[in-house]
């Protein structure tokens, strides 16, 4: 096992220093929107690494200015970033910095204040979704209703090779999402320690969304 990931059971906790580092940071209540959302990013792209270490590659013949090489390059289909709105879109940029050919797709989706229950108002992914690797990304896994749906349309529309990640998760996030979809895959920087009867993830760092784009 990586000393910098933590693995159980389908979930990889990322506890690289400087993604615990800057997940102490954003946890701050005083930190400005501004840098929570450039923190954010950061971590994005660092859990990015991880997530994509095990990208299938296939050897090809360069020119370099020395001489012919066999080099290894990333093999089959572009993958798809499927950020939830929206906060999920606060690691779209991060991730394609390290993978700027990626295929987006976006998923609509709002939790109900009374049931907890996720409500999809938008979905426009690539056709071919299901000859694709697909990262599906937001950064609270609190409940998972929100997770457990997206994946449910993914897979209505032919995806097969699914990941998640996300930046908190909630034990009982983690459950509800591995008992609905056992073979998708989990990825965050920390697994705190339940949610509140408001179903937010305690002691978390309260709505990622508000705190991203500074609403309330």
Request: charged share 25%; hydrophobic share 45%; proline share 6%.
């Amino acid at each position: 096992m990586d000393r910098m990931t933590k693995q159980q059971d389908g979930v990889t906790v990322v506890d690289h220093p400087l993604v615990q580092h800057k997940l102490t940071l954003m946890r701050q209540k005083d930190r400005s929107t501004k840098s929570f959302r450039q923190l954010l990013n950061e971590i994005g792209m660092l859990l990015c690494y991880e997530v994509t270490r095990d990208l299938p590659v296939e050897m090809v013949d360069i020119e370099t200015p020395l001489q012919t090489s066999r080099q290894p390059v990333i093999s089959g289909k572009k993958m798809v970033f499927a950020p939830i709105l929206r906060a999920g879109v606060g690691f779209l940029d991060g991730m394609l910095e390290l993978v700027p050919a990626a295929r987006v797709a976006h998923i609509g989706l709002y939790r109900d204040p009374d049931t907890l229950q996720a409500v999809e108002y938008y979905f426009k992914a690539p056709s071919d979704i299901a000859d694709r690797m697909i990262v599906v990304m937001d950064p609270m896994l609190a409940t998972a209703n929100s997770a457990v749906a997206a994946i449910d349309r993914l897979k209505e529309r032919g995806a097969k090779d699914l990941r998640f990640v996300c930046l908190l998760a909630a034990p009982e996030g983690i459950e509800r999402l591995r008992g609905a979809h056992p073979e998708v895959r989990i990825w965050t920087a920390a697994i705190d320690e339940k949610l509140n009867d408001h179903g937010y993830i305690v002691p978390g760092l309260g709505d990622a969304g508000d705190r991203m784009f500074g609403t309330r």
